[in-house]
């Protein structure tokens, strides 16, 4: 059997910043709030127009993790695309990558397990390179936010959090069984369902038509709904059981990590995970006071960045860990 080893990473935000100060002209919100209960001091937005998507964002970080593994992407043998906010109700992005890389013909196949889905697309992507069936898998994920939330006082709990961005990450077949991806843990608590979702639009509950004859401006359920509190105390429980699970399969105790590449949900949520494994602050990386939650993101992009700041070398153990709507969760233990 073969072993999987991240050989490029990149990322791409948009260059437009949103500070809490610039939500407080819009919503009642204020920066103190903000930063107290979620860490956050700023997140980017696209610009209408300027042509960024959820799609277009995950290309551009796609290249650079591309380059960066020194592959010729016609090396590439399938894409997984993790999104909640795709460009197309279907098809989905993974298809529009193939296309906007001038890729072969190579399979395209679409995550939706949101805050998770990175999670969820490179271990997908690790079965089929353990198996011998591909060697080279392209994982984006990629969230584009900022068009979709209510960005009112109504929809403030929410809004203030999410950020639009792309990761990527290259998955390369390796036969030193030593090092790279040593295993992932994937779970989900569907009863929870609607404690964090966009139930439209979705085919569901509600005929199209009817929608459309309604068009209610009212009508809530288009943006996104979090029920908080509740996702706050199911996510410390469930990231602290999956990264010691994750731990446990390897024969690795908490004082292995070298470095822990949380989800960036919430500062908070963060901090409790650190200080409960007591961790010291290089220990976690965290960058969600940049550019906020920006969901099946949030991995790549923060994975990129402790790459590039030198924070991971080679023979690290490197834990990623996350958990979101769904409920969804799970972790990757990485030798890097
Ligand atoms: N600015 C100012 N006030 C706000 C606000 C905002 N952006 N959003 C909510 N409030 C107000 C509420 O209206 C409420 O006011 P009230 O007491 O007068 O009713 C008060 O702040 C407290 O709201 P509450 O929702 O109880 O706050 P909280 O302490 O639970 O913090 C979250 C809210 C969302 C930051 C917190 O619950 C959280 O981080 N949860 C986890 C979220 C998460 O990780 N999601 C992603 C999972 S992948």
Redesign the pocket.
């Known amino acids: 059997m073969y072993t999987s080893k991240i050989s490029g990473l990149g990322y791409y935000v948009p260059e437009n910043v949103v500070t809490n100060n610039d939500l407080s002209k819009v919503m ?3 920066d103190e ?2 930063q107290e ?2 860490g956050i001091k700023e997140r980017r937005h696209v610009i209408k127009g300027d042509g960024d998507t959820t799609t277009t964002m995950g290309v551009k970080a796609a290249k650079v993790a591309i380059e960066r593994s020194g592959i010729d992407k016609d090396d590439i043998d399938f894409i997984i695309f993790a999104t909640l906010s795709p460009d197309y109700y279907f098809p989905g992005p993974g298809v529009l990558v193939q296309r906007d890389l001038d890729l072969k013909t190579v399979g395209a196949l679409d995550v939706r397990n949101q ?1 998770s889905g990175f999670i969820y697309a490179i271990s997908v992507a690790d079965q089929f390179i353990k198996t011998g069936m591909y060697k080279n898998i392209l994982v984006i994920g990629s969230e584009l936010h900022s068009t979709g939330l209510d960005m009112t006082t109504r929809g ?2 929410v809004s ?2 999410f950020g639009d961005g792309a990761g990527a990450a290259i998955l390369s077949r390796s036969e030193d069984n030593s090092k790279g991806i040593l295993s992932t843990h994937l779970h989900s608590e569907g009863q929870y369902a609607e404690e ?1 979702a966009l139930i439209a639009p979705g085919m569901g509950k509600r005929w199209v038509t009817d929608i459309i004859q309604e068009n209610d401006p009212n009508d809530e359920s288009y943006f996104p709904y ?1 029920n ?2 509740f ?2 105390k199911n ?1 410390v429980v469930r990231f602290s059981e999956v990264i010691m699970e994750g731990l446990k399969t390897n024969n690795l105790d908490v004082f292995d990590i070298d470095m822990l590449i949380p ?1 960036q ?2 500062l ?2 963060s901090q409790y995970i650190q200080q409960k494994f007591k961790l010291d602050d290089d220990q976690v990386f965290n960058n969600i006071m940049k550019y906020g ?1 920006t969901t099946a993101a949030s991995i790549p992009i923060a994975l990129t960045e402790a790459w590039e700041q030198g924070k991971i070398k080679e023979g690290d153990t490197v834990v990623l860990a996350a ?3 769904g409920f969804t969760w799970g972790s990757a233990i990485i030798r890097w």
């Open positions: 009642d919100t204020n709030w903000i209960r979620t805050c403030r709990s203030v959090i964090l979090m908080g509190q996702v706050f996510a989800h949900a919430n908070r949520i939650n958990f979101g709507s």
